[in-house]
Structure formats: C-alpha cells, structure tokens
C-alpha cells in the first residue's frame, strides 16, 4: 500500500499541487470523500460546488454494473484535472465571499492495492474580511432625483462582510437606475478594492461616467403589410417621442405588443445616436403579423377544483383578432370529472350518473376581451356562462354574465372589478343532507347579482414555484343591489342582498443556503358574508359560500366535509384557514432514474388549520380543526405534481376521547387521507 499526501494551500496567484501516481493511466476509484469545514460555511455549499464525488454504495453499483444503469449509479474515479479544477472553484468561492486568507489542505491515500482512494478535503475559512467603506463616484453633473436613487437603498453598507454576489447586484442596481432614468449610456468606468493589511477588510470604490440624460425619440415601424392597423401598436406604447428614456417602460411596452396574440414577433429596439448633439433615443419596432387569428384547441383536462384533483375533456375555439383592434373572441365547451378520489369505481360501473360519488361539472363560456380599455393598464371582459354542477347532494344550473375591469396600478398592484348577474336552479337535492331554506331559500332558484372589487399585491418571484415574497388580496363584494331594480324581469325570483369579504395572504421565505432548495410557505385566508337587509332571509348564493377541506384545504378532512355544523356540503359564512410548508427538493444537480430526473423531486411537511362557521354568532376558536402531514412532489413545467398523506391532528367535531391524534391509532382510515394533486397548495 502506498500513501499519497497532496497539501493544498490556496494563494492568491495559483495553487500548488503535487499528484504521485502509478502510471499516468492508473484510475483509482474514489472509495471515500471526506470534505470538513472550519468556519461558518455549511459543507454542503462547498460539495455542491465540486465535480469530484465519492462512489455509492455497494446496491446502486452493482445494479448499475449489472442490471440496468437508470436502477443504478456508476463508480466515481479520481480525475487530477477534474479535482484541480474542483480546487480552483473553492478557491473562488472563498475569495467572492471575503475569505482571503482561507487554507485548503487536500491529502489522497490509495488502498487496496493501489486500486481505491481515501480523499480529504480540509477548508480552515479563517477570519472574514468585511467592508469598511463604499464610494460611488461619478454622479455629482446628474439630476438630483436619480443621485437620490442611487444614494439610497444600497445592497452594500459599511461593515457588512465581503460578499461578491452583492457588489454584482449593487452594479446591477446603479444601471438599472441610471437606465430607467434616462442615462442609457452610463458606463463602469473602474472598480478599486483596497485591502488594509491590518484588519484585511476592504475599501471599495466604484467610479462611473453617465453621460447625457436620454430621450425617446422619433418611433418607427419596421414590418409587413398584413397589419391594417398600426395604431394598436402605438396605442399599447407606454412611451412617447420626447418622454425619459426607460429601459424598463421601453421592456413594458414590448410584453404589452407581443400580449396582444396578433404577432408571431414584435421587439423594441433603440438606434444608436449618431449626431452627438442630439439627446433623443430613435425607437425602431419590428413585428411580424400572425397569419391566422382563428384556431380550434382540443383539451385534455388536469386541474384543481373544489380543493381536489379533477380531469375531463374540452374544446375550444379562439379568435385573436375579433373584428380587429388584437380583440379577443373565444367560446369554449369543458366536461370534467370532479373528485377523483372520492370516485367509486365499482357502483359508479353499476349505477352510471346516478352514483352519488361522479360528480360532474359541464360548462359552456364565451368570452369576449378587450385589450385596450382607455388606457393600456386596463384590460376589460365579457364573459357568458352556462354551467351544470353535480354534487353528492345536490345539483345546480347556473347561468351567469360577468362584466369585468382588470387596472395595472403599479409593477405589482392590480385592480380588478367584477359585476356578475347569475340565475342559479337546483335540479336536484338530498334535503336530509342538505337544508334547502339556509341553502338557496324557500324557492329552488335564485336570480342574483354581484359587484366586487379585488386589489392584489404580488411580489413573489416565481408564479408557479415561489420561493420568497408575498402576494396579499383583498376582496370585497356586494350582492342585491342590481337584482332588486330588476325583480320585475325575473318573475320575482329570489335574491340575496349580501356583503361579502374576503382576505388572503401568502408569504415564502427562502431558508436554504442553496437557492430554492428549502422553502417556508405560509399561508392565512379568511372570509366572511353578511346579509345586510333584515327583510329579505334569502340566503347567501351558493356559488358565493365558503368551503373547506380537500387538497387545497385542510388536509385530512375531504373535499366541502369540514365546518362547525351539521352540514357542510352546503357551504358556511365565516371561514378561517391557515397552512404552512417546509418544502425541500431531495437532490439538486439532474441526474435520471427510472426515467425520472430526481433533481425535480420533493418532499413538503405541511399543518394546516380552519373551519368554517354558518353563523357569526357560532363562532368559537376551539372549533378550528387542524391537519398535519407528509407530502410528495415531481416539478413539471406547469407545477408540481403532489400527492399528501394528511392525519386530523385534531378534530374538535370528535369525542373528547378521540380528538387529539395521540388518543387514536396513528393509521385508521377515518383519520387519514391521501390528497392527489396538480400545483402547489398555494
């Protein structure tokens, strides 16, 4: 046996390394990778940034060898041009994150004849350097309002550690300003970091020339002549010829041409000034019109509804161009099986539609866009819907108008407002479960209408996989009001006259030192409707009711089973929900087994918690039912495919002997669920 000693100190010019080896054909296989740390950093940080890996365990390379490679993984070898490569980016990553004097000792000790490898990887980070002062120099002949801008909110202040991603980002801040404030020429000129020998933390100055403040200029168009219209073009501009140039408005304005559905192509594009004494930005856009505006969309239906997985079959037909102006035509026919999971398969072969547990939804919507609404922040719609929904209990026909209003406030604020007009038949209806007079009334239709106003704030950072940030909506609705001037057109039906509320809040905090690989999601929504006229008992309508339970709820309970009354299926007026996640990807470089790229796979510890009251006067917190569980995710590109396992952690609707979990058996099926599911929970 002969033994192999490689020290390995990094300096700040290159790193001496020294490899004895048999031949220079020997393979070694790496029969142990030992990395430790001393300092602050997790290990795991410096093993992701490494190619070098150890060799798995015996099962995984025998079926590797043996059986099937995807069953498996193959046997890791040591590479010297792969371990100094590897050398080289922890050298990197402890210079970028101020650990200058930071010592590697590496040793390589053969075995079992010269054929196996034991390597170490010892890292002593040292003391860490910080910032003890930052200049940004450049911007005194500058408006006063942009040398504010970059002034302030700085990703660096002084005695922060060293940190090179942050300088990245303060160089991304200060041009993204200066871009955004017309100075769309201002460049680094140098970047000087001077390291006090003394204490080994850093002066950094940072020195700027930005140019003369640009304008928008003259705006052409660059295209072909199927477009009849190019004043739709100029008219989703959020700019004009002598505005401030933008670089961010001028990126606006692009997502509002190509959202239009009428171009194969459109891009923005400034000319580079060529007369010196002008301060005005040309504005060249290129576009290419669609063809064809009509298409036909067969469906195939996976999504989330009532809180459980559903699937069907749809199809649709869209028309992007309706009588021109980039209107929006669209009409679209969907027939879907709700709750899958409560399905039974057997009596539903036996019994067909009449089994209680196929619930079914059909729907018939056309819709009508308008992407221009006197303004290029606001979009309108109108929609008409009829809509059949059988549930286990009851049945309903719906025909519905929607009127509604979509404002861009700000980058993350929108608006939206909604007046709805419905008629509302119950076709069929189990009055032992369902009680039809706190249900729709003393008659089996309703004729309602519904005006709401809803503002949401949304500052996550990714729609389907969120990571950090919040999205907060409120919404407050008013039902009654339209129905009682139209009583007279609806043979008197009856109607609700209802205030509704409605608040929801999610944050997710990343709590990982890899990015996205540990998420904390939290959740809080409440709601509550109110008849506001004493005169008129009409109930709240059902499609406007609160329901509670299945994936998407409170786990643990099914779909609309879980309230403080008798009957929840028929929906409640209060409600209270709240749910946190610890959500962990497994494995963070792509690698496939079995077909599966493992790095997408997840597992999510998830307590959620609520209930839902028909009455404020009912109202008690002890009422609140909590679910606690385990779950599974796969990522695909339109969100995770999950399935949970849920146990009533406590169920206040039980015998105080069985309430608490601790007092039953962890597994009996009255108190646990499997919840499949498509998307995140929230």
Same mark, same amino acid.
């Given at each position: 046996?002969?033994?192999?000693?490689?020290? #390995?100190?990094? &300096?700040?010019?290159?790193?001496? @390394? *020294? /490899?004895?080896?048999?031949?220079?054909? !020997?393979?070694?296989? $790496?029969?142990?990778?030992?990395?430790?740390?001393?300092?602050?950093?997790?290990?795991?940080?410096?093993?992701?940034?490494?190619?070098?890996?150890?060799?798995?365990?015996?099962?995984?390379?025998?079926?590797?060898?043996?059986?099937?490679?995807?069953?498996?993984?193959?046997?890791?070898?040591?590479?010297?041009?792969?371990?100094?490569?590897?050398?080289?980016?922890?050298?990197?990553?402890?210079?970028?994150?101020? #650990?200058?004097? &930071?010592?590697?000792?590496?040793? @390589? *000790? /053969?075995?079992?004849?010269?054929?196996? !490898?034991?390597?170490? $990887?010892?890292?002593?980070?040292?003391?860490?350097?910080?910032?003890?002062?930052?200049?940004?120099?450049?911007?005194?002949?500058?408006?006063?309002?942009?040398?504010?801008?970059?002034?302030?909110?700085?990703?660096?202040?002084?005695?922060?550690?060293?940190?090179?991603?942050?300088?990245?980002?303060?160089?991304?801040?200060?041009?993204?300003?200066?871009?955004?404030?017309?100075?769309?020429?201002?460049?680094?000129?140098?970047?000087?970091?001077?390291?006090?020998?003394?204490?080994?933390?850093?002066?950094?100055?940072?020195?700027?020339?930005?140019?003369?403040?640009?304008?928008?200029?003259?705006?052409?168009?660059?295209?072909?002549?199927?477009?009849?219209?190019?004043?739709?073009?100029?008219?989703?501009?959020?700019?004009?010829?002598?505005?401030?140039?933008?670089?961010?408005?001028?990126?606006?304005?692009?997502?509002?041409?190509?959202?239009?559905?009428?171009?194969?192509?459109?891009?923005?594009?400034?000319?580079?000034?060529?007369?010196?004494?002008?301060?005005?930005?040309?504005?060249?856009?290129?576009?290419?019109?669609?063809?064809?505006?009509?298409?036909?969309?067969?469906?195939?239906?996976?999504?989330?509804?009532?809180?459980?997985?559903?699937?069907?079959?749809?199809?649709?037909?869209?028309?992007?161009?309706?009588?021109?102006?980039?209107?929006?035509?669209?009409?679209?026919?969907?027939?879907?099986?709700?709750?899958?999971?409560?399905?039974?398969?057997?009596?539903?072969?036996?019994?067909?539609?009449?089994?209680?547990?196929?619930?079914?939804?059909?729907?018939?919507?056309?819709?009508?866009?308008?992407?221009?609404?006197?303004?290029?922040?606001?979009?309108?719609?109108?929609?008409?819907?009829?809509?059949?929904?059988?549930?286990?209990?009851?049945?309903?026909?719906?025909?519905?108008?929607?009127?509604?209003?979509?404002?861009?406030?700000?980058?993350?604020?929108?608006?939206?407002?909604?007046?709805?007009?419905?008629?509302?038949?119950?076709?069929?209806?189990?009055?032992?479960?369902?009680?039809?007079?706190?249900?729709?009334?003393?008659?089996?239709?309703?004729?309602?209408?519904?005006?709401?106003?809803?503002?949401?704030?949304?500052?996550?950072?990714?729609?389907?996989?969120?990571?950090?940030?919040?999205?907060?909506?409120?919404?407050?609705?008013?039902?009654?009001?339209?129905?009682?001037?139209?009583?007279?057109?609806?043979?008197?039906?009856?109607?609700?006259?209802?205030?509704?509320?409605?608040?929801?809040?999610?944050?997710?905090?990343?709590?990982?030192?890899?990015?996205?690989?540990?998420?904390?999601?939290?959740?809080?929504?409440?709601?509550?409707?109110?008849?506001?006229?004493?005169?008129?008992?009409?109930?709240?309508?059902?499609?406007?009711?609160?329901?509670?339970?299945?994936?998407?709820?409170?786990?643990?309970?099914?779909?609309?089973?879980?309230?403080?009354?008798?009957?929840?299926?028929?929906?409640?007026?209060?409600?209270?929900?709240?749910?946190?996640?610890?959500?962990?990807?497994?494995?963070?470089?792509?690698?496939?087994?079995?077909?599966?790229?493992?790095?997408?796979?997840?597992?999510?510890?998830?307590?959620?918690?609520?209930?839902?009251?028909?009455?404020?006067?009912?109202?008690?917190?002890?009422?609140?039912?909590?679910?606690?569980?385990?779950?599974?995710?796969?990522?695909?590109?339109?969100?995770?495919?999950?399935?949970?396992?849920?146990?009533?952690?406590?169920?206040?609707?039980?015998?105080?002997?069985?309430?608490?979990?601790?007092?039953?058996?962890?597994?009996?099926?009255?108190?646990?669920?499997?919840?499949?599911?498509?998307?995140?929970?929230?």
């Amino acid at each position: 046996m002969r033994n192999i000693k490689l020290i #390995f100190l990094v &300096a700040i010019i290159f790193f001496p @390394l *020294k /490899l004895v080896s048999q031949s220079n054909h !020997a393979k070694f296989e $790496i029969e142990d990778l030992i990395l430790t740390v001393k300092g602050e950093t997790n290990p795991e940080i410096y093993s992701s940034l490494i190619q070098t890996k150890q060799t798995p365990n015996a099962l995984l390379t025998f079926m590797f060898d043996n059986v099937y490679e995807r069953f498996g993984r193959k046997r890791e070898y040591f590479e010297p041009l792969v371990f100094t490569s590897d050398l080289l980016l922890i050298k990197r990553y402890l210079d970028d994150n101020g #650990f200058f004097n &930071a010592k590697v000792d590496t040793s @390589l *000790k /053969l075995k079992n004849n010269d054929k196996a !490898a034991l390597i170490t $990887i010892n890292i002593n980070e040292n003391t860490r350097s910080k910032i003890d002062s930052l200049k940004i120099l450049g911007f005194d002949s500058i408006d006063t309002e942009t040398n504010k801008l970059i002034s302030s909110h700085q990703f660096i202040l002084e005695g922060d550690y060293y940190n090179r991603q942050l300088i990245d980002k303060e160089l991304e801040r200060i041009n993204k300003i200066c871009f955004n404030n017309g100075y769309r020429l201002n460049k680094l000129d140098t970047v000087i970091q001077f390291r006090y020998l003394s204490t080994n933390n850093l002066s950094i100055t940072l020195k700027y020339s930005p140019g003369e403040k640009y304008q928008f200029g003259k705006i052409s168009l660059i295209g072909d002549t199927l477009l009849t219209q190019p004043e739709i073009i100029f008219r989703h501009l959020d700019f004009k010829e002598g505005d401030i140039y933008s670089e961010s408005v001028k990126s606006k304005s692009d997502q509002n041409i190509n959202q239009l559905g009428i171009f194969d192509f459109a891009r923005i594009d400034y000319v580079p000034i060529v007369d010196s004494n002008s301060n005005k930005l040309p504005i060249e856009i290129y576009y290419k019109t669609r063809s064809e505006f009509r298409e036909i969309v067969p469906e195939v239906l996976v999504k989330e509804e009532n809180n459980t997985l559903n699937t069907g079959v749809g199809i649709s037909f869209n028309h992007k161009n309706f009588f021109g102006d980039a209107r929006k035509f669209s009409t679209r026919f969907r027939f879907s099986f709700q709750s899958l999971p409560e399905l039974d398969l057997q009596n539903a072969l036996k019994r067909g539609v009449d089994e209680p547990s196929l619930l079914t939804k059909t729907d018939l919507h056309f819709q009508l866009t308008q992407p221009y609404f006197f303004s290029t922040r606001t979009t309108s719609t109108l929609d008409g819907i009829i809509e059949y929904d059988n549930q286990k209990y009851y049945s309903l026909n719906t025909l519905r108008s929607r009127f509604g209003i979509i404002h861009q406030f700000a980058i993350y604020t929108r608006g939206f407002i909604d007046f709805n007009v419905e008629r509302v038949s119950i076709i069929r209806i189990d009055t032992l479960k369902v009680d039809l007079n706190t249900f729709t009334g003393k008659r089996q239709k309703q004729f309602n209408s519904m005006l709401s106003f809803t503002i949401q704030r949304n500052k996550t950072d990714d729609m389907i996989y969120p990571s950090s940030g919040y999205s907060h909506t409120f919404q407050l609705e008013e039902g009654g009001t339209i129905s009682r001037s139209l009583s007279s057109l609806s043979n008197d039906l009856p109607y609700s006259e209802y205030i509704r509320l409605n608040l929801t809040l999610l944050h997710y905090f990343d709590i990982g030192e890899i990015t996205k690989m540990s998420v904390l999601a939290l959740k809080l929504k409440s709601g509550y409707s109110h008849l506001y006229n004493p005169k008129n008992t009409t109930p709240v309508p059902p499609s406007r009711k609160f329901y509670m339970g299945g994936g998407s709820s409170v786990r643990g309970w099914k779909s609309r089973s879980l309230g403080a009354f008798s009957n929840p299926e028929q929906g409640g007026n209060i409600m209270i929900e709240s749910s946190g996640e610890l959500r962990y990807q497994l494995f963070q470089n792509p690698k496939e087994f079995i077909g599966l790229d493992i790095s997408k796979i997840g597992i999510t510890f998830f307590v959620d918690a609520g209930t839902i009251w028909d009455s404020l006067k009912y109202v008690k917190l002890t009422d609140i039912s909590i679910a606690s569980g385990i779950g599974f995710r796969y990522n695909t590109i339109i969100g995770p495919i999950r399935i949970d396992l849920g146990f009533r952690f406590y169920d206040p609707f039980e015998s105080p002997e069985k309430n608490w979990i601790t007092k039953r058996k962890l597994f009996q099926s009255a108190y646990s669920r499997i919840e499949i599911g498509l998307g995140n929970t929230f």
